[in-house]
């Protein structure tokens, strides 16, 4: 059940990329392709004419609430932005993207545990622009290899980092009643 619980997570969490968000105000709206493919999901973008630095990817982790009530699920954030000039393509895949959670030095999950089918989505992403995934952590434990695992989180304060490719945000505290 776990297992199929996050293949699903992991494949919605990608579909959110693909999403579109809302603008700042005074924003110009983004130029509308022609020809969208069945699914609803943009067109394939052509290659960045120039690549940028690694260091222009910057990936920031957040939870929607500074502490949670007993059965209430936290919503992990994973943001990566381009803090350069140029345009960067980034792959913001499952297989790129980690959710980890840990109290002290306690690693209690880690979204690649029970990953089957992971993969790349190549965006590009524009000078100052963003790309947000959500993941709904259902307070389960994990371990590498999707091994069982039979206790689950008690309250405490947990810590959330995320990771995108080579990429690793600073640590979220959060709590759980």
């Given at each position: 059940?776990?297992?199929?619980?996050?293949?699903?997570?992991?494949?919605?969490?990608?579909?959110?990329?693909?999403?579109?968000?809302?603008?700042?105000?005074?924003?110009?709206?983004?130029?509308?392709?022609?020809?969208?493919?069945?699914s609803?999901?943009?067109?394939p973008?052509?290659?960045?004419?120039?690549?940028?630095?690694?260091s222009?990817?910057?990936v920031?982790?957040?939870?929607?609430?500074?502490?949670?009530?007993?059965?209430?699920n936290?919503?992990?954030?994973?943001?990566?932005?381009?803090t350069?000039?140029?345009?960067?393509?980034v792959?913001?895949?499952?297989?790129?993207?980690?959710?980890?959670?840990?109290?002290?030095?306690?690693r209690?999950?880690?979204?690649?545990?029970?990953?089957v089918?992971?993969?790349?989505?190549?965006?590009?992403?524009?000078?100052g622009?963003?790309?947000?995934?959500?993941?709904?952590?259902?307070?389960?434990?994990?371990?590498?290899?999707c091994?069982?695992?039979?206790?689950?989180?008690?309250?405490?304060?947990?810590?959330?980092?995320?990771?995108?490719?080579?990429?690793?945000?600073e640590?979220?505290?959060?709590?759980?009643?």
């Open positions: 059940m776990l297992v199929a619980m996050l293949v699903l997570a992991g494949w919605w969490v990608a579909g959110l990329f693909g999403q579109d968000k809302p603008k700042a105000e005074g924003a110009a709206p983004l130029p509308v392709a022609s020809a969208a493919s069945a609803g999901l943009p067109s973008e052509p290659a960045a004419a120039g690549s940028c630095d690694e222009d990817i910057s920031s982790a957040a939870t929607d609430a500074p502490s949670y009530a007993a059965g209430e936290p919503m992990l954030i994973l943001e990566v932005e381009n350069g000039k140029s345009d960067c393509e792959d913001v895949g499952t297989e790129a993207m980690e959710f980890i959670v840990t109290s002290g030095e306690d209690i999950f880690s979204s690649k545990d029970c990953a089918e992971t993969g790349e989505l190549m965006r590009t992403i524009a000078p622009e963003s790309e947000r995934a959500q993941f709904t952590w259902e307070r389960q434990r994990s371990a590498p290899g091994t069982a695992v039979n206790a689950n989180p008690q309250p405490g304060t947990y810590v959330l980092t995320t990771r995108l490719g080579s990429h690793k945000s640590k979220v505290i959060f709590d759980l009643q």
